[in-house]
């Protein structure tokens, strides 16, 4: 009898250890993924309804970029960024801008301010860039034709077209 | 005999299931645009061919488009100063006004910028004075001085109170209590603002007007940092937090090597 008490007496002390441990653990914040490992896969939904994961980018050089209309330096970087993918779409340049925690009313009325073109996915709930570790915006991957992650740019790095275009260099000698 | 028409039922229990997740996959789509797509339109304005997007909860453009002509096209446009070019708002509002449903004068500039030889101008509505929160109205100025399209988010129908019931310092403090461990992470008031904040709901908007703050620990302004701040929104007339919500960092540049904290008026705020 005795026995049975301690061993029911352990059982809530593991199940209660593994709630507050396990609690913990979420709310930590993930961490960026490193250079040279798979992108993380991902299920979303763009502006035009289009949907896209990771296997949809596969044989592409992608630009992955996390935004949100209230950041100004995320503005001004979107009408550069969008002149390289007009240009080099054709070639396999793709950029998938995600639009983190905001509605698709502001991300549409923003995209529509800049004239961008390229694809906006929208991250509602933040779940995309917390997979890839994003605390900070504007946030880029650079995620090459194999999926492998070979870029992380944080902050406002494409203000000017030379670090955009000295990137791309590397996989689009034509530029 | 009862065996088989048991059978005959199973049969058809996977068509159903699917139709069923079918359904559910189809409702979940549409629920990513909150109050459903924004629905296009081709419109015959006063003689000038239009494409718009509607929101349909505010019942207001989100997107408007020149078919085969241009929104607003500026005479002399190399010749205008950056002041200049940002009084394009209202004239593009003016002209556009029963469709945009707002006044010239509720535009607040938010940023004007030369990026190439194309000029990027937004702004906020105001009601009253006062900026909405996540507002805008924006568009591109080619260097033949044409506007082609413009994206807006406007609230044509505001209803929100005037003035505050609840005192500033009584809102801050109501703040403050929202962070945990407050004064132990160094916390300081980042940015703070009165501001409308519009709370959509399934077929209509309640506006709060709110003192809106922003909440940094100290060490969060390094940009190395993974620490971010949060944004508390405190309703002026009931003292009840509307928004509370963790912030990702605006930043502004890669991390140089000879950093510096920046000054507390340069940073940016949510809004």
Same mark, same amino acid.
């Given at each position: 009898m005795v026995k049975l008490k301690f061993l029911r007496f352990l059982f809530i002390g593991l199940l209660f250890s593994l709630i507050v441990f396990g609690c913990k653990e979420k709310t930590e914040k993930s961490a960026l993924p490193k250079l040279g490992s798979p992108a993380i896969d991902f299920n979303c939904q763009d502006l035009k309804g289009e949907h896209w994961t990771l296997d949809k980018l596969r044989g592409k050089i992608v630009l992955l970029r996390f935004w949100a209309d209230w950041c100004p330096y995320c503005r001004y970087e979107m009408p550069i960024i969008d002149k390289y993918?007009?240009? %080099?779409?054709?070639?396999?340049?793709?950029?998938?801008?995600?639009?983190?925690k905001q509605s698709a009313q502001v991300a549409l009325a923003f995209t529509a301010q800049l004239d961008i073109s390229f694809?906006?996915? %929208?991250?509602?709930d933040g779940t995309i860039a917390k997979k890839y570790g994003v605390y900070a915006i504007p946030t880029n991957f650079l995620i090459d034709r194999q999926g492998i992650i070979r870029e992380i740019l944080i902050g406002e790095v494409f203000r000017e077209e030379k670090p955009l275009r000295d990137l791309l260099k590397n996989y689009f000698p034509s530029l | 005999m009862l065996i088989p028409r048991i059978s005959q039922t199973a049969k058809y229990f996977p068509l159903v299931l699917t139709v069923l997740l079918s359904l559910l996959i189809f409702l979940k789509t549409f629920e990513l645009w909150g109050?459903?797509?924004p629905s296009d339109q081709l419109l015959n304005f006063k003689g000038q061919k239009l494409s718009i997007q509607w929101d349909s909860l505010t019942k207001s453009p989100l997107v408007i488009r020149a078919i085969e002509s241009n929104l607003l096209e500026i005479k002399n446009f190399s010749k205008l100063s950056r002041k200049e070019i940002t009084h394009t708002g209202p004239l593009l509002v003016n002209k556009y006004k029963s469709l945009l449903q707002i006044e010239p004068d509720q535009l607040r500039l938010k940023g004007a910028e030369k990026i190439?030889?194309?000029?990027?101008v937004s702004y906020w509505q105001t009601f009253q004075g006062i900026i909405i929160y996540e507002s805008s109205l924006g568009y591109s100025i080619?260097?033949?001085?044409?506007?082609?399209?413009?994206?807006?988010?406007?609230?044509p129908h505001v209803k929100a109170p005037l003035t505050s019931k609840v005192s500033h310092e009584e809102a801050l403090r109501i703040g403050q209590a929202?962070?945990?461990?407050?004064?132990?992470?160094?916390?300081i008031l980042l940015a703070e603002s009165?501001?409308?904040?519009?709370v959509k709901k399934k077929?209509?908007?309640?506006?709060?007007?709110?003192?809106?703050?922003?909440?940094?620990?100290?060490?969060?302004?390094?940009p190395a940092s993974v620490v971010g701040g949060w944004a508390v929104f405190v309703d002026t007339q009931t003292g009840k937090v509307v928004l509370h919500e963790e912030l990702l960092k605006p930043l502004g540049c890669c991390i140089p090597e000879d950093w510096v904290p920046p000054k507390l008026e340069d940073l940016k705020p949510k809004w």
């Open positions: 993918y007009r240009k %080099l779409n054709k070639e396999g340049f793709l950029v998938l801008a995600f639009n983190v694809p906006v996915p %929208l991250d509602s | 109050q459903g797509r190439s030889d194309t000029w990027y080619d260097s033949q001085g044409r506007i082609k399209s413009l994206g807006a988010l406007l609230y929202q962070i945990k461990d407050f004064k132990k992470l160094r916390c009165v501001l409308i904040y519009p077929s209509s908007i309640d506006y709060y007007r709110v003192y809106a703050f922003n909440f940094f620990p100290q060490e969060a302004l390094h």
